[in-house]
Nanobody, 127 residues
Framework: QVQLVESGGGLVQAGDSLRLSCAAS????????MGWFRQAPGKEREFVAA????????YYADSVTGRFTISRDNAKNTVYLQMNSLKPEDTADYYC????????????????????WGQGTQVTVSS
């Protein structure tokens, strides 16, 4: 069982930056692939970024490539999402997710592949 707690959301202006954090409980964090997803009001949840359990492989949605960076610190049981050049369309609730990974370089981009989810943190970007 893994519990995930996101933090770092808030209200910012377009062009600003935010760093989201997701702290995981348990002693097996390094065995989990991690991902970030978001859900805007009235829209379906969408994939944002994913990282392998070793941290050496990452993958991004086209909409955030070049602006967002996912990273992890296995010693701190934490995954991060650095968000730069934020746009109003980035406004959403952001969720981190974890799932046991088969290989050290495996990552997942479909929500149904993730076993554990956090409660989310809200990001609002004003124009």
């Amino acid at each position: 069982q893994v519990q995930l707690v996101e933090s770092g959301g808030g209200l910012v202006q377009a062009g600003d930056s935010l760093r989201l954090s997701c702290a995981a409980s348990g002693r097996t964090f390094s065995s989990y692939a991690m991902g970030w997803f978001r859900q805007a009001p009235g829209k379906e949840r969408e994939f944002v970024a994913a990282i392998s359990r070793s941290g050496d492989r990452t993958y991004y949605a086209d909409s955030v490539t070049g602006r967002f960076t996912i990273s992890r610190d296995n010693a701190k049981n934490t995954v991060y999402l650095q968000m730069n050049s934020l746009k109003p369309e980035d406004t959403a609730d952001y969720y981190c997710a974890a799932t046991p990974a088969i290989g050290s370089g495996t990552y997942y981009q479909r929500g149904r592949e993730y076993r554990y989810w956090g409660q989310g943190t809200q990001v609002t970007v004003s124009s």
